[in-house]
């Protein structure tokens, strides 16, 4: 009985600690098709290379793609995209999977990826598989104004549609923190109407102003890549060296000079538990790599199914004691009835006393031993089961 009280107190407290923040995901969104909207493209795989540099996986990446630039026959340079106008970079290359592409890139989808609304048989690969102890970063670029965001030239999706998608996300938990970027004319708006908490947001432009592009490549026709995004890959690029990196938000966002992106980027913090200050101090990392935090936690909650574990537990050992009494007991009653038979076996002379009572006692220790194996491999997987699930149920 000490030595599982030991192991009562040794579960407690290895319970106490979990896992915050476990995973990191992106989503990233370009909602223009034609060919002269190459840039928002280019964006959109500028930011991909740049999560799956610092350590995101595909498979915790959703990239959506409304149009194939790379195979537009308007492209002089077949099966490529290029964000800069040096061609240092083929951004379309090898390794790019594509979640969600063509006419597939609709507000329904989009909005049906954020809060898992989907009918069975779609796959793995097309869902956002979050938890609560995810950290979601979300870009989005393409044509919008006043609080919408265009979804190729054919719907619009608004600030009210996302912030309830996000609200929704919160309630199902699939998100421990968020940071939503977009880079579109009067960008800032977008966030406006956001009202579900653990949210970052940041815009590349004020209402009433355009989203610009940064430069052109003569030999492709186009603009490819656009200011503001261009300037938070240069900062992502040089100051962000790794998945270590000790860079925060605040440094990224102090990065921002309205000469060089000519329009007014913004970024809301009211939405994030402990305000501006705790919003600063977040690593870039902690959204666009996959480093992992672990973090002590002791809500009420978390102790109250640890008890309830423990409880369980208990039931457990008590059965296998009760089954144990009861063996020792049917031990007894066994003894006494072979004694009888082995007097009774002598006073009629077919066998001997002492080999009848050999025999006797080695048929029943054989049976007890077993039944007690059978009972102490049940209470060790008991107790393994519980290590394991514990801090994950936290």
């Not at 959703?62 to 970079?89: E, H, I, K, Q, W």
């Not at 935090?293 to 640890?306: A, D, I, P, Y």
């Not at 080695?362 to 801090?391: D, I």
Request: proline share 2%.
């Amino acid at each position: 009985m000490k030595t599982l009280n030991s192991v009562w107190a040794f579960l407690a407290l290895a319970s106490i600690a979990c896992a915050a923040h476990t995973s990191n995901w992106a989503v990233l969104v370009s909602t223009s098709r034609f060919w002269f909207n190459y840039r928002h493209l280019a964006n959109t795989l500028s930011l991909y290379r740049t999560v799956k540099r610092l350590g995101i996986p595909d498979s915790q990446i959703l990239l959506l793609l409304p149009d194939d630039m790379a195979c537009n026959p308007r492209n002089a340079f077949s099966g490529t995209v290029y964000s800069n106008a040096d061609r240092r970079m083929d951004l379309y290359g090898e390794n790019v999977e594509v979640d969600y592409r063509g006419y597939e890139v609709t507000v329904e989808n989009f909005i049906r990826l954020l809060t898992d609304r989907w009918e069975e048989g779609v796959p793995a690969s097309k869902r956002l598989q979050t938890d609560e102890g995810s950290n979601i970063l979300i870009y989005m670029t393409g044509h919008g104004g006043s609080e919408f965001l265009k979804f190729q030239d054919s719907e619009e999706i608004s600030s009210w549609d996302l912030a309830d998608a996000f609200s929704q996300m919160r309630e199902k938990k699939r998100y421990n923190e968020m940071l939503f970027m977009i880079d579109t004319c009067q960008a800032n708006t977008l966030y406006r109407q956001f009202y579900a908490p653990g949210v970052i947001a940041t815009g590349s432009s004020e209402e009433d102003e355009s989203s610009y592009s940064h430069h052109a490549d003569n030999d492709v026709g186009v603009a490819v890549i656009d200011r503001w995004t261009y300037y938070v890959l240069e900062f992502l690029e040089t100051q962000v060296t790794g998945p270590t990196s000790d860079k925060t938000l605040g440094d990224l966002f102090d990065s921002y000079d309205v000469g060089k992106i000519h329009s007014n980027p913004g970024v809301r913090w009211d939405l994030f538990p402990g305000g501006e200050q705790a919003g600063r101090s977040r690593r870039v990392v902690d959204f666009f790599g996959n480093v992992q935090n672990v973090e002590v936690q002791g809500n009420q909650t978390g102790v109250e199914s640890l008890k309830e574990d423990l409880q369980g537990l208990k039931r457990l050992v008590q059965d296998y004691q009760a089954f144990a009494a009861a063996q020792e007991s049917n031990k007894t009653e066994m003894s006494d009835v072979v004694q009888r038979r082995n007097l009774e076996a002598v006073s009629s002379g077919k066998i001997r006393q002492k080999q009848r009572h050999t025999v006797g006692k080695l048929q029943l220790s054989e049976n007890a031993q077993w039944a007690r194996q059978v009972a102490g491999a049940t209470v060790l997987s008991g107790l393994a089961a519980l290590w394991y699930f514990a801090p994950k149920l936290m």
